[in-house]
């Protein structure tokens, strides 16, 4: 089991950087996704881990073996790698079996041992069942986890993924990210998973380096991302929520509902801070004069509850989740239970 460290990597498309200084550690075993918007420089990052791009700077090494750096470059096949890409690129007339086998007939394991390696790996996607089949007779699911399968033959120490899930229905990519944890969870591989979908990463990683412009700008638990978004720009990118003007608290801090109330009373409003729909209460009594009270512009029923779109007498735009329908153009009265201060981009 090896760590799997990325130090302040940079590469240069002519005078673009498409990744900049970027610098991570990976626990052995862990899952971390690249998330980012298109563009931001994942598919670069993962493309240098894999050994299909040179490095502008930087160094990349894996259990204190340098694998990577602007006059090192250890070739794809010896770094215990190995890429699962979004187009599966599985051989349409090559079996099941074949397909995962083929990694190891390149490298002349034959026999027993072959036919035992393939079996494991196609036990660890559940696929042992569709061995002799071919390709076009799997759903694009399946084929997913053949792919996935041929990339485990060879007990790669770090596997690579870009947005592996890309080409799946909605359905199927949520069936598929239990595959991925089972995987993950029997496989021990350190995985490292490109994907510009925030409920993906979210629902798998154990941390997630979110990337912007080819740089990192926080690399935390989905928990703490969530919870604890550094910035106005990562707080807009992860989850839902509102994004207000206050007069006091600095970035980084956690405010009460006292604390929220006083800073949306002063005049100077200056610090940015969010408010998370969960942390909004929206009052059944018709609201008084000492309430903080909101315009109802409209609402979307989500199932389970009515997400509400309202409106504060100032302008501002913030979004509540309600059980029951409201009228559109109702006034309430709010409570906002707490709020997080977001450095400004
Ligand atoms: P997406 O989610 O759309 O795949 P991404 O985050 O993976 O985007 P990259 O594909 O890594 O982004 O691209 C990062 C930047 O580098 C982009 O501006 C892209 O145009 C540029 N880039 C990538 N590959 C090359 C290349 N071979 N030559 C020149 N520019 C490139």
């Not at 690579?160 to 598929?176: G, I």
């Not at 942390?279 to 997400?307: C, I, K, N, Y």
Request: hydrophobic share 40%.
């Amino acid at each position: 089991m090896a760590k799997l460290s990325i130090e302040a990597v940079s590469k240069y498309f002519d005078e673009h950087a498409a990744v900049d200084e970027l610098s991570l550690a990976v626990e052995p075993g862990e899952f971390v996704a690249l998330l980012g918007p298109s563009g931001c420089g994942k598919t670069t990052m993962l493309r240098m881990l894999a050994g299909f791009e040179p490095l502008t700077r930087g160094e990349i090494r894996l259990g204190g073996e340098l694998l990577a750096s602007p006059t090192h470059h250890l070739p794809p096949e010896q770094r215990h790698m190995a890429m699962v890409f979004q187009s599966y690129a599985l051989w349409p007339h090559m079996s099941v079996a074949d397909n995962v086998g083929y990694p190891l007939k390149l490298k002349k394991v034959r026999g027993e041992a072959y036919r035992k390696r393939v079996e494991q790996a196609l036990s660890l996607v559940a696929l042992e069942k569709y061995a002799s089949r071919t390709p076009q007779d799997l759903s694009g699911g399946q084929r997913q986890r053949v792919a996935l399968a041929r990339c485990l033959v060879n007990e790669p120490a770090v596997v690579l993924l870009d947005e592996p899930l890309a080409n799946l229905d909605r359905h199927l990519r949520a069936a598929m990210e239990q595959s991925f944890h089972e995987f993950h969870r029997r496989t021990e591989a350190t995985m490292v998973y490109v994907t510009h979908d925030q409920g993906e990463a979210m629902a798998l990683a154990d941390r997630i380096a979110v990337m912007r412009d080819g740089r990192l700008v926080q690399w935390a638990t989905p928990q703490t991302l969530y919870r604890e978004p550094k910035s106005q720009w990562v707080a807009s990118f992860i989850g839902q929520g509102s994004q207000l003007m206050i007069a006091a608290g600095e970035p980084g801090r956690r405010l009460s509902e006292a604390e929220l109330m006083q800073g949306l009373a002063g005049t100077e409003r200056t610090q940015a801070v969010l408010i998370r729909p969960e942390h909004v209460r929206v009052a059944s009594t018709t609201p008084s004069d000492r309430d903080l009270v909101a315009r109802v512009e409209h609402q979307v029923f989500r199932g389970e509850r009515f997400e509400l779109h309202l409106r504060l007498p100032g302008g501002e735009a913030l979004l509540a989740y309600h059980p029951q329908a409201l009228t559109p153009g109702q006034q309430v009265a709010l409570t906002l239970t707490q709020g997080w201060c977001l450095e400004s981009d």
